[in-house]
């Protein structure tokens, strides 16, 4: 049988972070990869949307690989 794990995604100013947890509440994955705030102008501050994206898929990558593979996941998004 295998065993169901969580994906909590947490996407904030700086980074994404992404963190895999079991059912009991065991953290047994986590990714975070940064990105940049740009400022063009004085008093601006401006992010790339495609940066949150690759930023997103490299931390769930970096999470999902420090699991066992057998493992189910199941995603919940709130």
């Given at each position: ?7 909590g995604i947490d996407a904030g100013t700086e980074s994404v972070r992404v963190v895999i ?58």
């Open positions: 049988m295998k065993k169901e794990l969580v994906i947890y079991d059912l009991y509440g065991n953290q047994v994955g986590i990714g975070v990869t940064g990105y940049q705030t740009y400022h063009p102008h004085p008093g601006w501050a401006e992010q790339d949307p495609s940066e949150w994206w690759s930023g997103l898929v490299s931390s769930i990558r970096k999470a999902m690989n420090q699991i066992n593979e057998s493992n189910q996941v199941k995603i919940y998004l709130f």
